[in-house]
């Protein structure tokens, strides 16, 4: 009977501290650990999910209590990070410019804030370049449209200015036995 109260007490305490605490609320989105959904019901034991994909996903309240719990109804600002990778054979005075140009077409797309850009490494089959900016809204739909228009501008521009992009590649050299 004492380990039976155990976990009843138990749940029912991980419902008060999600009714008292408030770490999400119904209609949240959510992420634990690679499961992601909104919050469509809180109960005394369990809380449901409906997920992406449109299952719904059950966990009990001492799982969530117990979980590093992402809630994106609560993000302010969308910190975003992305690698290009450019072709070995760029002229160093076009990969110079590519930092600016990636300033400039970030800058030019509404509700974005420019963090930086650079020449971050040299890669297997590419020069890798990294560019974070920060989108003034936690809505997804927002980020991957500003991402979209992102991506068409620097398609345009690199298309424009003749940088190549990079994909995976090896050369195999082959002797001659003779």
């Known amino acids: 009977i004492a380990l039976a109260s155990q976990n009843i007490l138990s749940d029912l305490f991980c419902y008060f501290v999600i009714f008292f605490d408030r770490p ?17 019901h809180i ?40 690698q290009l990778d450019i072709v070995y054979e760029t002229a160093v005075e076009t990969l110079e410019q590519i930092p600016g140009l990636l300033k400039n077409i970030i800058e030019n797309i509404e509700g974005t804030t420019f963090d930086r850009a650079h020449f971050a490494s040299y890669g297997a089959s590419s ?32 298309s424009e200015k003749n940088i190549q992009f990079a994909y995976p590649t090896q050369t195999l050299f082959m002797a001659n036995a003779n």
């Open 24 to 40: 999400f609320e119904v209609g949240d989105f959510i992420t634990v650990d690679d499961k992601a959904g909104a919050i469509s």
């Open 43 to 82: 109960g005394i034991k369990t809380t449901r999910i409906k997920s992406i994909s449109g299952e719904e996903i059950v966990f009990s309240n001492k799982d969530l209590t117990d979980s590093r719990v992402h809630n994106f109804k609560k993000m302010q600002k969308r910190r975003v990070v992305f």
């Open 127 to 158: 020069l890798k370049y990294e560019a974070v900016y920060y989108i003034a809204s936690g809505d997804y739909n927002k980020y991957m449209d500003t991402q979209q228009a992102i991506n068409l501008s620097i398609f345009r521009n690199f």
